[in-house]
């Protein structure tokens, strides 16, 4: 088994930073990808941002320039660093990981239950 559990959220004012994490534990022996995802109330899922395990990065044109990804390899641990933030960024943000539990060249994909980020005065 495999759990993604993400934590940090919030209530912030706009132009506020939050810092959300998200701790992979379980069967896993090793972590493709991990990255960030949201959705707002009554629109779909999107990412915001990912990480390559190599270090690679990608994100959203929405948060570019305000939001950066990094992860902690040997923790297994991704963040999200959110500053100037805007009451458009409210929705619930989702950590997801593409992993493989054995040496097998076989990805599973997880997610975590979502955290709650709120940007309003």
């Known amino acids: 088994q495999v759990q993604l559990v993400e934590s940090g959220g919030g209530l912030v004012q706009p132009g506020g930073s939050l810092r959300l994490s998200c701790v992979a534990s379980?069967?896993?022996?090793?972590?493709?990808?991990m990255g960030w995802y949201r959705q707002a109330p009554g629109k779909q899922r999107e990412l915001v941002a990912r990480?390559?395990?190599?270090?690679?990065?990608n994100y959203a044109d929405s948060v570019k320039g305000r939001f950066t990804i990094s992860r902690d390899n040997a923790k297994n641990t991704v963040y999200l660093q959110m500053n100037s933030l805007k009451p458009e960024d409210t929705a619930v943000y989702y950590c997801?990981?593409?992993?493989?539990?054995?040496?097998?060249?076989?990805?599973?994909?997880?997610w975590g239950q979502g955290t709650q980020v709120t940007v309003s005065s």
């Open positions: 379980g069967n896993i022996f090793s972590i493709n990808v």
């Open positions: 997801n990981a593409d992993l493989q539990r054995t040496p097998r060249p076989t990805s599973y994909n997880y």
């Open positions: 990480i390559i395990s190599g270090g690679s990065t």
